[in-house]
């Protein structure tokens, strides 16, 4: 009975396409932290509805520019397969998913928001073992625990005795729908990224979920009749600015790098390293928003990053 030997440099690579894929969903968190910022500079006085539909417009366009220099061609070849699952997940994860989460910022505000979010890496790590048997291994499991639990130490944190926000059961249906879209959006992207062509560049997958996220959402807007926001919008160049920097930095870079991480590593610790946000937008905060940075906010990014450094040293 034979064995396959793996050679030192094929296990070297495999080690750095690893690396590369948890440092990319590293990346994914930052980048998330800063776009949500440059979001509320540049939304105010805008409904939600409205800076969806206009970043996502504003991804395809630079992703399609960007897809023709660098390959050559405006609409990627895939097969009819992929593009029905990259689709699925645009419309679920883009249109619908992040309408129910900002939609729940209104509702019961952004912190409980968030700390539903956060369970997006157990709901996607059970999924990823149940669909192609990543099996994580203990410590793995160990580390996603305690990251998770730094991420709902800091935004479980009440900072406010007087809360302009209700936690009632409408308002957490929208947060679980956010939540349960963004798992499903990494899912069926995961099980797209299987199929695709070898020489397929993330950014093809990228292009293909925001082609259909833009679509439904301009459709939805349609049926709805909420196209008069774009007008005023347009017409506001600050608008303009803090939204296409925030296009530019979370749905293009950002999602990107989500691909990129989804290539390389098991979808649970994809998701879990992409969860981070919350604990980026502190400093963040601090710096841009001058709020205090409480001792239980420190405690539990120190915990959540002890977890995140397991997760690459083991």
Known sequence: MTGVRLSPRNVSTALMDVLLGEMAALITSILWAISSTLFTFGGKGHSPHTVNRMRLTGALII??????????????????????????????????GDGFLLWSYGKVGPRISMLVMSMVPIVTGSAGWLLWGEALGLLEILFIVLTLTGIVIV?????????????????????????????????????????????????????????????????????????????????????????????????????????????????GIASTLMSLSPLMIIPISWKVFGERITPRAVIGTVIALIGVAGLFLF
């Open 63 to 96: 992703l399609s520019i960007f897809h023709l220099i660098l390959f050559g061609r405006l609409i990627p070849d895939e097969n009819l397969y992929v593009w029905l699952l990259l689709g699925l997940s645009g419309m679920v994860g883009l249109a619908i």
């Open 155 to 267: 935004v479980a944190e009440r900072r406010e005795d007087r809360s302009p926000f209700r936690i009632t059961f409408g308002g957490l249906a929208l947060a679980v729908g956010g939540m349960l879209g963004q798992a499903v959006q990494l899912l069926l992207a995961k099980d797209a990224m299987m199929f695709m062509r070898s020489s397929s560049p993330p950014m093809t997958a990228t292009l293909i979920r925001i082609l259909w996220g833009t679509a439904a959402i301009w459709i939805a807007s349609m049926i709805i009749r909420r196209k008069t926001g774009t007008v005023k919008a347009l017409s506001d160049r600050r608008f303009l600015i803090f939204i296409g920097l925030a296009t530019i930095i979370g749905p293009v870079l950002g999602i990107w790098a989500s691909f990129v991480a989804l290539n390389s590593v098991d979808i």
